[in-house]
């Protein structure tokens, strides 16, 4: 490993690791200790980047899925197929698929993220899925509104915007 991959690595901020010499970071232990000591000088940083992130995720969560759940309508989880957006729209819904699917992606990498760290991983990765497209996604969607308590939750969030239940998915 020489000195530039180190300085790609570590940055120009921590140049007390740039004083060893060159020989010495060839050992595989050497690279190893390194890189403990390049994390942990910005572990301070990282924790508060991290708590940061987890707690805007958490308000994102808090206030996007009342507001979905409300915009839905009644008949969205009854029908045997979801209605093709593409046919009605065009050009646009395929713009608007491929922004669906890029934001989704990063959400879900965000929750893999914040699954090490403090805040809502599992519940990001969740979203983000629900997000995108891709092949079963409705059967997914309709199998997990099935579920009793899930119905309940998302009946009890529309009745609190004064909306109609949703139609059963079992019927």
Not at 39 to 61: D, H, K, M, R
Not at 104 to 119: E, S
Not at 120 to 133: E, F, K, P, R, S
Request: positive net charge; charged residues 15%.
């Amino acid at each position: 490993m020489t000195r530039l991959m180190v300085l790609r690595i570590i940055g120009r901020q921590n140049t007390r690791l740039l004083a060893r010499k060159p020989e010495n970071l060839a050992s595989t232990g050497s690279r190893i200790k390194c890189m403990v000591e390049l994390i942990s000088s910005y572990l301070p940083e990282l924790i508060l980047w991290g708590s940061g992130l987890s707690l805007v995720t958490l308000a994102a969560a808090v206030f996007a899925v009342p507001w979905v759940v409300a915009h839905l309508p009644v008949d969205y989880f009854s029908g045997p197929r979801r209605h093709a957006l593409r046919e009605q729209l065009g050009l646009g819904a395929l713009m608007l698929a491929l922004l669906k699917n890029v934001a989704g992606g990063l959400l879900v990498m965000i929750g893999f993220i914040l699954l090490f760290m403090p805040g809502q991983g599992v519940l990001m990765m969740l979203v983000g899925l629900l997000i995108m497209n891709f092949p079963g996604k409705y059967r997914l969607e309709r199998l997990l509104v099935a579920r009793e308590g899930v119905f309940r939750a998302l009946n009890w969030l529309r009745a609190k915007h004064s909306l109609p239940p949703f139609e059963n998915p079992r019927q």
